[in-house]
């Protein structure tokens, strides 16, 4: 199969994906015991009859589940996600508008995280040295500590006992560096552990002593040989990461009081506002598909055999 | 004066006590003279690959390395650091390993692998990297060098892997080249072209290093050869003395474990004499008949029109390189993989033919043993549990279970202790006698052998052959015994077909297909056969 057959194949299946999510979305919505009237007027309004009838209209809650779900499907195939019961905006608008925070703190945080990992497992693969040990652990406690809780402490000994960097806001680099240290710090254990384990592997291997015996220092095999075995696992992880940190940000923005897709779910699942919430669960759904066929074009330029394998 | 010379050398990897150190090698010593080879034979755990490895530097960090002296020409190598090493590695000591697929890194290009001494060394300006590695590449016997220097090394068939990995090794122009194992995992034919490109090196005036487990292969090249066994040298001389006039009982032990169609129907290991084997001319009673089958995969042609004939209490021999086919053939035997036309007959009755679900009653009556056991054995269960399962398929009464399996497991050598070892806990040897434990367990009418012995050492595969000898002579076994090594089908078969693109090219006794070849490919395979020099 060549490469463009493939992609088509995986755009379709991607599609796929997306549409069950879009309906999967749609049957829940429909067995929600809440009233979307009531949610539209606000809990304690008392609606009459009429205005209930206009509001079914308005929002075509009048007609039949099937033609309800086909309007459904075709606004969202014109990339109309639907207006906020809350906010009576349409919820592409309101993803927008978040959406610039919440993408740069991510790609901030797993660019961070990698270059960690990568820095720590070069350092420390395929010996057994005081430094290792060192590393297991801070990647131990970085797995096992709640992003929340990094963030409390970083906050309050470079932000509060020694004001470096600033409590909240989103105006400068300054106010990032805490947010980003908080996620990248949560993803980077993991990382970590998963691409030293495979270099670990890449150093065994009679490649590592067949490009020693060319008189290549430790340093070289590591860097022009393993490192790049440890990449391909390295890349699942921080795309998975990556998806996860996007829609799943809340605390560490609520912590640092930044704006982003985080905070919106939050009020739209307190709210039921539910437009809202199918437009994010969507939206985070596509960011996945997306970066899983990004990463599957980036693994046959790391790895040559993948190329060959499909051809 | 000699490029190398060692005297003394000791490697010992350190244990977490005094006692618990292992001592690879002791004693040993040797010089390598320019335009000489010296040759390192021993089986596994001899010590033979630690040596190779101390002497670039690289024989790991628990390793330590001593010698009365250990000279690269002048130079004393054992006060080296570091630094000094890799400037030695690449420049004056060449290293090529055995072929894998991951010799060379797989994630990168053949001209990156072969032009990284040039680079690292800084031999050549960074523009001529690549016309010197064009060079290299040509000169070892590649061709197209300028299509390949861009490829991988999974695209490439293992004679050219290990081609490029003597072209990396050579690039930096070292004085010496140590090799280890550099024709293991190639086919007779592949192999004697990479000795002979080996033997070019030495022509030139380099010194060479052979490092081997196969006494026939080094005894083309060598001009000296040392047996190492447990780390300590038991032979030490020209080939000539070692060959004509072994002085250890190992040598001599080692030299008549090699099979060929003079050992057959004698004993390799020595320790079971045998009376000779009475090939009694009994009236041909034929198990399993195979006619016209085929087999494409996409365009290829892997089995094409082959027809053969195994008779009762015969083993047929099948030998080809690898990508004759013979792996597919034997699948289609086990009815792992259906021909495409052509039938197979097992005791009259219909085999290939058969839908699966008629045919899995039957499979019992089928059984393989494979080359890799430990690969093939679930490694969470005990020799109990593997064998225990095949009697527990032809639903033997679960009472007499335990004492069967004693049974078969006594039959291959191995007794109670072993009953409730796990696969890993096993020696290579000990697990090929529980894969066959294990396939006669069923009774069958037919055991294939899948290059049975082809990772094992040369004493443990002259055990493992005398071992299936005997079941042949006490069973009645009826086999067919697939194998690459020229030497190993002469000795076990009653007849022989040589394969080659899928087809059957030559059939007949073993003595007349191997001694005179009629076909072109037979004569090429027995031609490249790597002899020993003894009358």
Request: hydrophobic residues 45%.
């Amino acid at each position: 199969m060549t490469i463009a057959r493939e992609l088509f194949v995986r755009i379709l299946a991607g599609a796929a994906v997306l549409w069950a999510a879009a309906s999967l979305a749609f049957i829940v919505l429909q067995m929600l015991p809440s009233d979307p009237v009531q949610v539209i007027y606000g809990a304690d309004a008392t609606v009459t009859p009429e205005m209930r009838d206009l509001i079914r209209a308005e929002y075509g809650l009048d007609r039949p589940i099937w033609e309800q779900y086909g309007q459904f499907v075709g606004r969202i195939l014109q990339g109309d996600l639907g207006t906020s019961y809350q906010q009576r905006r349409s919820v592409v608008s309101i993803i927008g508008s978040e959406l610039g925070s919440t993408i740069t703190l991510a790609v901030s945080a797993t660019i961070f995280a990698l270059t960690l990992a990568v820095f720590a497992s070069v350092t420390t693969a395929g010996r057994r040295s005081h430094v290792r040990s060192l590393m297991s652990a801070i990647e131990l406690l970085s797995i096992s500590t709640p992003a929340f809780w990094i963030g409390l402490l970083l906050l309050t000994f470079l932000s509060f006992q020694w004001p470096i960097f600033p409590v909240m806001g989103d105006n400068s680099w300054r106010s990032m560096v805490l947010p980003v240290t908080t996620l990248g710090l949560a993803i980077f254990g993991t990382l970590s552990q998963v691409m030293r384990a495979e270099m670990d592997l890449a150093l065994e291997q009679p490649f590592a002593l067949t490009a020693r015996t060319r008189g290549l220092s430790e340093w070289s095999v590591r860097w022009r040989h393993a490192l790049r075995h440890a990449l391909i696992p390295g890349l699942t992880i921080s795309a998975e990461m990556f998806g996860s940190l996007l829609a799943g940000a809340i605390i560490t923005e609520r912590v640092f009081g930044r704006p982003g897709l985080g905070r919106i779910t939050l009020q739209a699942v307190t709210n039921q506002d539910i437009p809202v919430v199918v437009g994010v669960v969507l939206f985070v759904a596509a960011i996945f598909v997306t970066t899983n066929i990004a990463v599957d074009l980036l693994y046959r330029l790391i790895d040559p055999r993948l190329r060959s394998a499909t051809a | 004066m000699a490029l190398l010379d060692v005297k003394n050398l000791s490697i010992r990897f350190a244990g977490r006590s005094a006692a618990e150190d292992v001592h690879a090698v002791r004693g040993l010593s040797f010089a390598v003279e320019a335009g000489q080879c010296v040759a390192i034979v021993g089986e596994s755990g001899s010590g033979k690959s630690a040596t190779a490895r101390a002497l670039v530097g690289l024989a790991g960090p628990n390793a330590l390395v001593e010698a009365d002296h250990l000279l690269l020409g002048a130079t004393n190598l054992l006060a080296f650091g570091p630094r000094d090493w890799r400037a030695v590695r690449g420049r004056q000591i060449g290293f090529v390993l055995q072929d894998a697929l991951v010799s060379l890194d797989p994630l990168r290009t053949i001209g990156a692998e072969v032009g990284e001494t040039l680079r690292e060394h800084r031999l050549v300006p960074r523009t001529g990297i690549k016309p010197r590695v064009l060079e290299l590449l040509a000169s070892v016997g590649i061709p197209d060098p300028a299509q390949r220097h861009d490829q991988y090394a999974h695209q490439l068939s293992g004679g050219l892997r290990q081609r490029a990995l003597i072209a990396s090794a050579i690039s930096g122009e070292p004085g010496i080249i140590i090799a280890d194992e550099p024709t293991t995992a190639l086919d007779v034919i592949v192999q004697a072209q990479i000795l002979r490109l080996l033997s070019e090196l030495k022509a030139d005036g380099r010194g060479l290093i052979l490092i081997s487990h196969d006494l026939a292969v080094v005894s083309r090249l060598a001009d000296h050869i040392i047996v190492l066994r447990h780390g300590e040298v038991v032979e030490d001389g020209t080939p000539e003395a070692v060959f004509q006039r072994p002085q250890a009982d190992y040598t001599k032990a080692l030299l008549a474990a090699i099979p060929s169609g003079r050992t057959r129907g004698q004993s390799l290991s020595g320790d079971a004499p045998r009376s000779a084997a009475a090939s009694a001319a009994k009236a041909a009673q034929p198990v399993l008949v195979a006619s016209g089958l085929n087999k494409q995969f996409g365009q290829r042609h892997v089995v094409n029109d082959v027809s053969f004939t195994i008779n009762k209490g015969e083993t047929v021999g099948l030998v080809g390189a690898s990508g004759s086919g013979k792996t597919t053939l034997a699948r289609i035997v086990l009815g792992l993989e259906r021909p495409q036309s052509g039938t197979i007959t097992l005791n009259g009755a219909p085999w290939s033919a058969l839908p699966e679900h008629r045919r899995r009653p039957l499979r019992p009556r089928v059984q393989l043993v494979a080359q890799d056991p430990l690969g093939s054995f679930d490694p969470r269960h005990r020799v109990i549990d593997i064998v225990g399962e095949a009697l527990e398929i032809i639903d033997f009464p679960a009472a007499g279970r335990r004492a069967e399996i004693l049974r078969l497991l006594a039959s291959v050598g191995l007794d109670a202790v072993h009953l409730l070892r796990r696969p890993r806990e096993l020696s290579g040897g000990q697990r090929q006698r529980v894969a066959i434990a294990r396939a006669l367990a069923t009774r069958p009418s037919v055991l294939i052998c899948d290059e049975p012995v082809s990772a094992l050492d040369v004493s443990t595969q002259a055990q493992v052959l005398d071992l299936l000898a005997g079941l042949k002579r006490d069973l009645e076994l009826t086999m067919l015994f697939v194998s690459h090594d020229l030497g190993v089908i002469q000795h076990v078969s009653d007849r022989v077909l040589v394969m080659n693109d899928g087809r059957i090219v030559e059939e007949g006794l073993p003595d007349i297909v191997l001694e005179q070849p009629r076909h072109p490919y037979t004569k090429a395979l027995v031609e490249a056969l790597p002899r020993l020099p003894v009358g």
